[in-house]
């Protein structure tokens, strides 16, 4: 059974930073890809960043980019969102999410979701 455990949400200040982590385990995720995604209330889920599980380039929403970046750590089984930079309307519940082959910005070809972790940045 895939797990996926978020974590390292909270309260922060505008301009300040933040670190989510995700804590993955139930398979070998070899050949997938991880997922941010957020949502704020009233709005859709929107992608936020994605990176291939064994690691490389990041790619990132426009809103976020220069601002946030994504990094992985097998040996723990976890991958991280650095938040920097982080503005009001930054402030959602933030959701790791896995698929095999590419990065994806559609939240419907997700095959596991974590249950998300809250950020709010205050202003």
């Known amino acids: 059974q895939v797990l996926l455990v978020e974590s390292g949400g909270g309260l922060v200040q505008a301009g300040g930073s933040l670190r989510l982590s995700c804590e993955a385990s139930?398979?070998?995720?070899?050949?997938?890809?991880v997922h941010w995604f957020r949502q704020a209330p009233g709005k859709e889920r929107e992608f936020v960043a994605g990176?291939?599980?064994?690691?490389?380039?990041?790619y990132y929403a426009d809103s976020v980019k220069g601002r946030f970046t994504i990094s992985t750590n097998n040996a723990k089984n976890t991958v991280y969102l650095q938040m920097d930079s982080v503005k009001p309307e930054d402030t959602a519940v933030y959701y790791c999410?896995?698929?095999?082959?590419?990065?994806?910005?559609?939240?419907?070809?997700?095959?596991?979701w974590g249950k998300g972790t809250q950020v709010t940045v205050s202003s």
């Open positions: 999410a896995v698929q095999r082959g590419v990065i994806s910005e559609r939240p419907v070809g997700m095959e596991n």
């Open positions: 990176i291939p599980w064994t690691g490389g380039n990041g």
């Open positions: 139930g398979r070998t995720f070899f050949g997938y890809v």
